[in-house]
């Protein structure tokens, strides 16, 4: 009879963390790549630049403009008195300017967003004849740039004695083929057919349950909708150009363009330190955008932090 003796194997000793119970510095979860740190600061500064200029160059006079260092302050600061001049400057027109595109952009982000999310909402729940064809075509537009329709919208909008009015700017803002194609993708997934079905069977109709429900489940796509739409909107020059001929109407792209006009040609109305307004109105002009963006973000990320979790 063989008699089987077990073996025993000699026991792997498990790696040490330190006392902190974090990982080494040397571990994978620390290793850093030198090229890919010099290409995001590379990145950063790309984009911070430009707006770390602004700031500093809004702090300076039209001289100092020139005669100074460009990225850095000049000798005498004078911020404030360059806010209150661009404000007072044309008996305040500047104002005016911000609160139309404050107008123009609010108006329009939310009029796009809700249009978006409610075709976007057909095209995922619903089958139609040609709901394929309708799609591709959607898909189509959003190649086509917006200058090329510039003029067929000026000619429609004169036909209709639409010109030099706010409906000029807002009415063709409210069209946006990409937001339609976001909102479509984003409701296949977000809004479940069985709960589309459940409150059908409970008795709900189609209305009260793209507004009590759909909406709700779309609300990141709606904030995404929406933040582009308004920088779109916000930013947008070439179609107030076109639209508009009363100075009282200019969102703040055109009107701050007409005032660089006047301080290159020293036409009249036109100031020693013009430019230097010019430069103080852009810094002014980007501010409403950031504080938009800090203050939509928290729903953003809360509904999508919201989606992930499992029901």
Not at 6 to 27: C, I
Not at 38 to 51: D, E, H, Q, T
Not at 145 to 168: D, E, M, Q, R, S
Not at 254 to 274: E, I, K, P, Y
């Amino acid at each position: 009879m063989t008699t089987v003796t077990p073996t025993t194997s000699t026991p792997v000793p498990a790696k040490r963390l330190p006392a902190d119970g974090r990982p080494s510095r040397h571990s994978p979860a620390h290793r850093r790549s030198t090229p890919l740190t010099i290409a995001m600061l590379a990145v950063l500064a790309y984009f911070l630049l430009p707006l770390f200029w602004l700031l500093v160059a809004s702090t300076k006079s039209t001289q100092d403009l020139f005669n100074s260092f460009g990225l850095w302050f000049s000798h005498a600061p004078q911020l404030l008195s360059n806010i209150h001049a661009t404000f007072t400057q044309d008996d305040g027109v500047f104002g005016r300017w911000l609160l139309n595109t404050v107008m123009y952009a609010g108006v329009s982000a939310l009029g796009a967003a809700l249009l978006a999310a409610a075709a976007g909402y057909g095209f995922a729940k619903y089958r139609f004849r040609g709901h394929g064809a309708a799609f591709n075509l959607v898909l189509g537009a959003v190649m086509i740039p917006t200058t090329a329709l510039a003029i067929p919208t000026y000619l429609l909008f004169a036909k209709a004695g639409l010109v030099n009015t706010p409906w000029a700017v807002i009415l063709p803002s409210l069209i946006s083929p990409f937001g339609l194609y976001l909102m479509r993708i984003y409701a296949e997934d977000a809004v479940p057919d069985s709960l589309v079905e459940a409150a059908r069977m409970d008795g709900a109709g189609e209305f009260r349950i793209f507004v009590t429900i759909a909406l709700r489940l779309l609300a990141p796509g709606l904030v995404t909708v929406i933040l582009f739409t308004l920088v779109a909107t916000w930013n947008n020059y070439f179609l107030p150009l076109i639209m508009l001929n009363d100075p009282n109407l200019y969102p703040i792209t055109v009107g701050l363009s007409s005032w660089a006009a006047q301080a290159q040609n020293g036409g009249a109305g036109a100031s020693s330190d013009m430019l230097a307004l010019v430069v103080t109105g852009s810094l002014i002009s980007i501010i409403p955008l950031v504080l938009a963006f800090l203050l939509l973000q928290r729903y953003w990320q809360s509904g999508l932090a919201t989606g992930g979790v499992k029901q």
